[in-house]
């Protein structure tokens, strides 16, 4: 009989997730550098990350730093014109960040929930009248093309174009 692995419990952090959290979020290494020094994949970091133990060590570490959301903010907002240096005919000139530019905005979208669903399902139903306007429409469009209930396009009628 095989026994089951022990379930982690949320809200306490292994030594291997410690050592994550200072990598990740203190030392500000990423995900692929700090499964590469640890010797362990780049999941195993995620699963860490996913903790509420994890986030709750880590705010209070940025907070001990002097990173609040309120600086945050102001650094995300600063991104939203970040420039870069460019080598163009031997001179360095400063141009637009685009990459930068959208991934902050990115961030600002999601922080205020404007950004387009993943998955949309959309059901249609028609009153008596709707199918009344559809018919009126197509009276008036006679010769032109028809509007179907049941299809969502337009239609050439019978003897259009004749």
């Known amino acids: 009989m095989h026994s089951r ?3 982690e419990d949320p809200n306490t952090l292994t030594l291997q997730q410690l050592e994550i959290l200072q990598k990740h979020t203190i030392e500000g290494k990423t995900q692929e550098q700090v499964a590469k ?3 362990i ?3 195993s970091v995620k699963r860490a990350k996913r903790k509420p133990a994890y986030h709750e060590l880590a705010q209070a570490a940025l907070e001990k730093k002097g990173y609040t959301v309120e600086s945050l903010v102001v650094d995300l907002i600063a991104k939203t014109t970040a420039q870069k240096s460019e080598n163009i005919g031997g001179s360095i000139i400063e141009i637009e960040d ?3 530019q959208m991934k902050a905005l990115d961030q600002i979208a999601k922080i205020y929930g404007v950004h387009a669903p993943q998955n949309v399902n959309l059901t249609t139903t028609m009153t008596a009248s709707d199918k009344e306007l559809l018919d009126e429409l197509n009276e008036l469009t006679a ?3 028809a509007v179907s209930p049941d299809e969502e396009s337009l239609e050439p ?6």
């Not at 009628?157 to 004749?162: N, S, W």
């Open 5 to 7: 692995p022990k379930k």
């Open 41 to 43: 994949s780049r999941d």
């Open 143 to 145: 010769g032109g093309a």
């Open 37 to 39: 020094e640890l010797g």
């Open 98 to 100: 685009n990459v930068s």
């Open 157 to 162: 009628t019978e003897g259009a174009g004749d």
